[in-house]
């Protein structure tokens, strides 16, 4: 089997384009041409992850994306075996692939409709929305709530992430707003009490979250999986 490169789906999209941002070193015809080049040594494979973006774009250009994608994939998919061990393969039709994302997210959706979220929040709190920066995934909520932090906001937010779970831009505010938090509590910059249990477990909670590697999980789950519990 060939080496891969895994491209990003917006730099597939780049491509596909022929995006040109100047200020931003962007030019997507000019990477498509050096993709063609490195097919004579590696394979470019389409992901579950690339499908599950896509299924969340316009209907209408559904077809035009997967012809391009199997264009610049030379129909090699990027999964895991039944031992998990990750492997590329070309014998799978793209489009039926993608036919099967689609029922399994409408499945997904149908599960979560039937999850029912409880949550209860014992204080509440009035919350200075000056203080609060705008990219705050909260902010829209509290402001909602009249400034107010309270077991209503939470409910609001967890219902709205379970709507917007596969979008990629909720998905990196969510992470941003992680990676902010932990840089906050680094500094101890926080109500919390640093010799309480819960904010001692706080930083590697966060840590998990923040993951982007999948041989990560696994081990933090096996290895810390009690502090995890105790944590949520």
Do not use: C
Request: a negative charge; zero cysteines; hydrophobic letters at 35%.
């Amino acid at each position: 089997m060939k080496k891969y490169i895994y491209l990003d789906w917006n730099v597939i999209q780049f491509i596909k384009k022929k995006t040109y941002i100047e200020e931003k070193s962007i030019d997507g015809e000019r990477f498509g041409n050096l993709v063609e080049k490195l097919k004579k040594r590696y394979v470019f494979p389409f992901s579950e992850a690339h499908l599950r973006d896509l299924s969340i774009s316009k209907e209408e250009y559904h077809d035009e994306d997967l012809d391009f994608l199997y264009k610049i994939s030379d129909n090699n998919v990027l999964g895991f075996d039944d031992n998990e061990n990750l492997m590329s393969q070309n014998h799978l039709n793209i489009k039926d692939v993608f036919s099967f994302i689609l029922d399994k997210q409408k499945k997904e959706e149908q599960d979560l409709e039937n999850v029912k979220i409880n949550y209860f929040m014992p204080n509440s709190f009035e919350v200075d929305l000056n203080k609060v920066t705008e990219d705050n995934i909260l902010k829209p909520f509290i402001e909602q709530n009249s400034g107010i932090l309270d077991t209503k906001v939470f409910i609001a937010f967890l219902e709205y992430s379970k709507e917007n779970m596969n979008d990629h831009k909720f998905y990196k505010q969510f992470r941003n707003n992680v990676a902010s938090l932990k840089k906050m509590y680094q500094k101890n910059d926080t109500i919390i009490n640093q010799e309480s249990i819960y904010f001692k477990k706080l930083i590697p909670f966060l840590d998990f979250i923040l993951m982007d590697i999948v041989n990560s999980y696994t081990e933090t789950l096996l290895t810390s999986e009690s502090s995890m519990l105790s944590v949520v």
